[in-house]
């Protein structure tokens, strides 16, 4: 069974000004924007990365759980690890073992969303999905989004951040629902190898809280990125820029 890290979403007091940040920042454009996130009082707009996706949600309403989630983490900031299976029924039995409840579980002909609790998975919430079919297709992004895809400054995400007053025990809990082994490096950092990227584990140090972190990029092109990040006041130096309240690391593969 393999098992990606396919989106990240990122959430937002304010949907344009980030839309701006990334499309000038990162070289991205937006490839779609689904109108079934109103249900849940959001607004949204998903950037492909390659074959990846960054996607921005933002309330259009009072009283949502993404409202409350900004008041909870103290602003804008990181939401959800959004995984691709290849198979999702054992990833059902999976959770099922583990007693860890769905926040939302639909099926639809191309397309089974399972996304589970974050009280019981601790960290953000955290999406396996399966994409019938073309496993390259991916319905949350629309049909079209290839035509969509910019890489000369940015190419891929390598990892994701999730910062934890625990980081041990998160990444222990995380490895139990995905069936991966935790790795420890040298420093003594924790993290998850999934086929395309990482997600790491690390002590919450910012006083926002348990949550979303930071997301590793490949770069293309750092001098373009960084000139643009400082003429919108988002470098924070030469390996890390500061969107949506979430550190985006610059790295080379």
């Not at 399972?114 to 297709?137: K, N, S, V, W, Y």
């Not at 006083?207 to 003429?231: K, Q």
Request: glycine share 10%; with cysteine; charged share 30%.
């Amino acid at each position: 069974m393999w098992l990606r890290v396919r989106q990240i979403a990122l959430i937002a007091r304010e949907l344009a000004p980030v839309v701006d940040d990334i499309r000038d920042v990162f070289g991205l454009e937006v490839a779609f924007r689904d109108p079934a996130v109103k249900t849940f009082g959001l607004e949204n707009a998903v950037f492909p990365v390659g074959n990846q996706f960054l996607e921005v949600v933002a309330p259009i309403r009072e009283g949502t759980a993404g409202g409350r989630y900004l008041d909870r983490r103290n602003g804008d900031g990181g939401y959800m690890v959004i995984c691709q299976c290849d198979d999702q029924a054992p990833r059902k039995r999976r959770v099922a073992e583990l007693g860890i409840r769905k926040a939302m579980e639909h099926d639809e002909p191309e397309f089974r969303i399972m996304q589970l609790h974050p009280r019981d998975t601790g960290g953000c919430f955290l999406e396996i999905d399966e994409q019938l079919g073309d496993a390259e297709a991916w319905m949350p992004a629309g049909k079209n989004w290839k035509s969509v895809v910019r890489t000369e400054v940015v190419s891929g995400i390598a990892a994701v951040e999730i910062q934890s007053p625990d980081p041990t025990e998160l990444a222990n809990r995380w490895g139990q629902i995905v069936e991966l082994p935790v790795k420890t490096d040298a420093a003594g950092m924790q993290s998850l190898h999934f086929d395309n990227a990482d997600v790491r584990f690390v002590k919450d140090t910012d006083g926002r809280g348990e949550g979303l972190g930071g997301v590793d990029l490949i770069v293309a092109n750092r001098a373009r990125l960084l000139a643009a990040a400082e003429r919108r006041g988002k470098r924070i130096s030469d390996d890390m820029v500061n969107i949506c309240g979430t550190r985006f690391r610059l790295v080379e593969r």
